[in-house]
Every structure is written in structure tokens, then in C-alpha cells.
T-cell receptor, first 111, second 117 residues
Framework: DQQVKQNSPSLSVQEGRISILNCDYT??????FLWYKKYPAEGPTFLIS?????DKNEDGRFTVFLNKSAKHLSLHIVPSQPGDSAVYFC??????????FGQGTRLTINP | SAVISQKPSRDICQRGTSLTIQCQVD?????MFWYRQQPGQSLTLIAT?????????ESGFVIDKFPISRPNLTFSTLTVSNMSPEDSSIYLC??????????????FGPGTRLLVL
């Protein structure tokens, strides 16, 4: 049972435009959500997080939106830059010492 | 932050054999984790490795298949035993430098890419 789903395996965006990566979850007990970024041959690195008591968290070009009623979160990157090309994972926690990850979305920023 | 290295970075193995993956951290950490990412799948937690105690395995993973050692606070190994092609995955170790729920302080190694023929 895939509790965290990223239904788009890949996304291609033109440089300067907005990139929107989506993530859906099924477990209503999840109360903390994170996005990780992964470059080839490197481990994932933390990007941005959001608690379930919020619906938006912003950090520079990156904004995460949470819609609890729809069990959906999204990551917006604006403006997109070539260095943003990577695989993005969303992850969720229910308070236990464990993260549940999505399958990842490969983002390609075209010049 | 933490610098994490894994050995080997990749390997091709024959079915029925075993492979031990090493994870080295540049600082002492209490909690280390082992994840697996099968092709097209999500990162899945295999087990939590705590120094001085037995590893805690997630549902679907057993010690006989994935024995883990944690001899000190900077090192851990994961063995993939009696391998089959279904074990072909990327295996990642990670550490949590924070306490409680500070997930922002979780760092991952570069991964070990395993192909079983």
C-alpha cells in the first residue's frame, strides 16, 4: 500500500517558469511533510518542510502548499533554474521515527 | 551537517551470494537508518540501527535477509543475503543529527547501486 504517491515520474519546465511538483497521501495520521532533492550519485538532501498546522511554507524560490482535506501537497519552484534539475521526493511522518517517501519526480529545467 | 560515505558505490552480483554495504559518518550519531529504493519505487525504510542494541526492522524486512551491524557511533553495515534479482536496488544509509522530530537534520549517504543477475 503506497501511502505517499507522486504520480508524475517526470516533469519538464522551461527556465524561468514555475515548476509544480505534486504529492498525494492516504494516511490521515501524517502530520509533517518534507521535500527532498536528489542529484545523481548523491543522497537526497532536505529542501523544505511543512507541519499540518500550516497550509503554506515559503523559503526563497521554494514554496510548499498543504491541502489537508484533499490530502495533497505541492512544491512550487519559481523561477525555475537549470540547477533545479534533480529528482524530488516528498515524504511524510506520523510522529514516529520514520519517514514514508513517494516514488520521486524527475524535474528537468530546459534553458 | 554530516558527511556520509558508502562502500561500494555500485556492484554487480550473482544470485545466491551476499553483499555487505558499509556506511561511514564523519561524526558520532545515535540513529542510523537503512533504506532501499527499488526501480521506479519509493525509498523504503529497511531498519533502524542503534549502537549497542539490535536493529529494529520494518514490516516486510527480516534480520536473516538483511543483517545489520552497528559496532560504534560512526559506522554501520547492511548485508543483503542470498541475493535474488528482486534485490536489485539502490541502498542508502542515513543519519539523524537532531533529536525527536527534527527531520531537517536527516542526512543521506550517496547510495549503493546493486544489480543482481
Amino acid at each position: 500500500d503506497q501511502q505517499v504517491k507522486q504520480n508524475s515520474p517526470s516533469l519538464s519546465v522551461q527556465e524561468g517558469r514555475i515548476s509544480i511538483l505534486n504529492c498525494d497521501y492516504t494516511n490521515s495520521m501524517f502530520d509533517y511533510f518534507l521535500w527532498y532533492k536528489k542529484y545523481p550519485a548523491e543522497g537526497p538532501t532536505f529542501l523544505i518542510s511543512i507541519s499540518s498546522i500550516k497550509d503554506k511554507n515559503e523559503d526563497g524560490r521554494f514554496t510548499v502548499f498543504l491541502n489537508k482535506s484533499a490530502k495533497h501537497l505541492s512544491l512550487h519552484i519559481v523561477p525555475s533554474q537549470p540547477g533545479d534539475s534533480a529528482v524530488y521526493f516528498c515524504a511524510a511522518s506520523d510522529g514516529a521515527q520514520k519517514l514514508v517517501f513517494g516514488q520521486g519526480t524527475r524535474l528537468t529545467i530546459n534553458p | 551537517s554530516a558527511v556520509i560515505s558508502q562502500k561500494p558505490s555500485r556492484d554487480i552480483c550473482q544470485r545466491g551470494t551476499s553483499l555487505t554495504i558499509q556506511c561511514q559518518v564523519d561524526s558520532q550519531v545515535t540513529m542510523m537508518f537503512w533504506y532501499r529504493q527499488q526501480p521506479g519505487q519509493s525509498l523504503t525504510l529497511i531498519a533502524t540501527a542503534n549502537q549497542g542494541s539490535e536493529a529494529t526492522y520494518e514490516s516486510g524486512f527480516v534480520i536473516d535477509k538483511f543483517p545489520i551491524s552497528r559496532p560504534n557511533l560512526t559506522f554501520s553495515t547492511l548485508t543483503v543475503s542470498n541475493m535474488s534479482p528482486e534485490d536489485s536496488s539502490i541502498y542508502l544509509c542515513s543519519v539523524d543529527l537532531g533529536s525527536g522530530r527534527a527531520w531537517e537534520t536527516q542526512y543521506f549517504g550517496p547510495g549503493t547501486r546493486l544489480l543482481v543477475l
